[in-house]
């Protein structure tokens, strides 16, 4: 296992030590704006199938994703409404999480067969950085045994998982607090599933605005 601290100096050498590993199949854990995340690339399935194992994580619930940037939504989805859009345009880098219609070669990891992916752009953040730097989408777990409270740290994260990580990036604590709001925007109706970072009230505000 390897443990690398982040600081002004050595920020650029992390990320592109953390996008190598993330290419090459490599299992990271990383800092978010809220807690710690686990990180695998998208598409490689043997370390999402490695991810779900040493989690603990039942088969049943999906993977969200993280992305640098809109231009990257055709790896994982086939659409994106007026609606979504809107959406992306008004909370995105932030602690928005959409449902979209997945694209059919996505993994089951992912969409647990459902169809659908879960996936937003991170607010500022160690994790924003990574996104950009890979420039692919990158799984956005929490970094925690299932049913264990999500880590706040490098040193929670190294007691869950031991050397079961090829890199645990440090950035020190996370802020904690709520996390991200989902809403699914799969049908004609705007579904909020989990009211986070950003209220039910402001989403309902802003889509009346838009509506």
Not at 84 to 93: E, I, Q, Y
Not at 144 to 159: C, F, H, Q, R, Y
Not at 192 to 200: H, K, N, P, V, Y
């Amino acid at each position: 296992m390897l443990r690398m601290l982040i600081s002004k100096a050595s920020m650029e050498r992390v990320l592109v030590q953390a996008v190598e590993i993330l290419k090459k199949g490599g299992i990271i854990a990383y800092p978010t704006e809220t807690f710690y995340g686990v990180g695998v690339k998208f598409d490689m399935e043997d370390s999402l199938k490695k991810l779900y194992d040493i989690k603990q994580r039942p088969k049943d619930k999906a993977t969200p994703l993280i992305i640098g940037n809109k231009g990257l939504l055709p790896l994982v989805t086939k659409a994106a409404d007026r609606k979504a859009t809107l959406l992306m345009d008004r909370f995105w880098p932030g602690p928005l999480t959409l449902i979209l219609p997945a694209k059919e070669n996505i993994s089951r990891y992912i969409t647990t067969g459902a169809g659908r992916v879960a996936i937003r752009i991170p607010g500022e953040s160690f994790a924003l950085y990574l996104a950009k730097t890979a420039n692919f989408p990158i799984t956005a777990t929490s970094a925690n045994l299932s049913g264990m409270p999500p880590a706040k740290d490098a040193e929670t994260v190294i007691s869950y998982f031991g050397d079961k990580m090829d890199l645990i990036i440090d950035g020190g604590p996370t802020p904690g607090g709520l996390p991200s709001t989902i809403v699914d925007v799969t049908g004609e109706e705007i579904k909020i599933l989990r009211e986070g970072a950003i209220s039910r009230e402001s989403l309902e505000k802003f889509l009346k605005k838009n509506s």
